[in-house]
T-cell receptor
Framework: NAGVTQTPKFQVLKTGQSMTLQCAQD?????MSWYRQDPGMGLRLIHY???????DQGEVPNGYNVSRSTTEDFPLRLLSAAPSQTSVYFC????????????FGSGTRLTVV | QQPVQSPQAVILREGEDAVINCSSS?????VHWYRQKHGEAPVFLMI?????EQKGHDKISASFNEKKQQSSLYLTASQLSYSGTYFC????????????FGQGTRLTINP
C-alpha cells in the first residue's frame, strides 16, 4: 500500500516554462487536493476534487490547472511558471464524509528561476 | 477565512505540557490537527466534529468549542518526538471537506 505518491520530488523551472506535478493514490479515496506551502504561510489550497470529472478552485488557483480523469490520479499543471510559484507542493487525499483525515504525499519542491 | 493559531512558537523541556489554540471568525463544522516534521509531509493526528467533544490518544488530546469557534490541542508530558509544526485545518462549509489551514505553531522540545 503506497498511499499518496508525488513525482517529481524536486524540480527547477525557468520562468515561462510549463510542467505537470503528478499525484497518485491507491486507497480509493474520492477526495483529492493540492496545497502549496510557503514559509510562514501554512498550507494554502490550490484546487480540489471530490471525484472523477469533478474539480473546483481553492484559495489560490491562479496559474494552475487540474483535471481528474480517474479516481487514482490528480495532476497539477503549471501553465507558465513564475518565480512566485516557487514553493513546496503537497497532494492530499481522503474518503468523502465527516470524520476522515487527509493523507499527504511527500511533496514536490519547486524552484522557478 | 484562514484560522488563527496561537502561539506561533513554543519551546519546552521534555516532560512539560503545551496548549496550542486554533480560532476562526466563522462557524466551524470540523477541526483537523496535523503535525509536520521538518522536510516531511504533514501527518494526521485527529479530527473533531461539531459537538464540543474532546478526543485524544496517548498524551495528545484536543477539544472543540463550536460556540467559541475554537479548538485547542493539548500535549501532556511532552516527548522529544512531539517536536514539529502543528497545523489546524478547518472545514468552513459543512460536508464540503476542503480544509483551510492555520499558519502553524512550531513546537520545540529540548532534553
Amino acid at each position: 500500500n503506497a498511499g499518496v505518491t508525488q513525482t517529481p520530488k524536486f524540480q527547477v523551472l525557468k520562468t515561462g516554462q510549463s510542467m505537470t506535478l503528478q499525484c497518485a493514490q491507491d486507497m480509493n479515496h474520492e477526495y483529492m487536493s493540492w496545497y502549496r506551502q510557503d514559509p510562514g504561510m501554512g498550507l494554502r489550497l490550490i484546487h480540489y476534487s471530490v471525484g472523477a470529472g469533478i474539480t473546483d478552485q481553492g484559495e489560490v488557483p491562479n496559474g494552475y490547472n487540474v483535471s481528474r480523469s480517474t479516481t487514482e490520479d490528480f495532476p497539477l499543471r503549471l501553465l507558465s511558471a513564475a518565480p512566485s510559484q516557487t514553493s513546496v507542493y503537497f497532494c492530499a487525499s481522503s474518503y468523502l464524509g465527516l470524520g476522515y483525515g487527509y493523507t499527504f504525499g511527500s511533496g514536490t519542491r519547486l524552484t522557478v528561476v | 477565512q484562514q484560522p488563527v493559531q496561537s502561539p506561533q512558537a513554543v519551546i519546552l523541556r521534555e516532560g512539560e505540557d503545551a496548549v496550542i489554540n486554533c480560532s476562526s471568525s466563522k462557524a466551524l463544522y470540523s477541526v483537523h490537527w496535523y503535525r509536520q516534521k521538518h522536510g516531511e509531509a504533514p501527518v494526521f493526528l485527529m479530527i473533531l466534529l461539531k459537538g464540543g467533544e474532546q478526543k485524544g490518544h496517548d498524551k495528545i488530546s484536543a477539544s472543540f468549542n463550536e460556540k467559541k469557534q475554537q479548538s485547542s490541542l493539548y500535549l501532556t508530558a511532552s516527548q522529544l518526538s512531539y517536536s514539529g509544526t502543528y497545523f489546524c485545518g478547518t472545514d468552513l462549509i459543512q460536508g464540503a471537506q476542503k480544509l483551510v489551514f492555520g499558519q502553524g505553531t512550531r513546537l520545540t522540545i529540548n532534553p
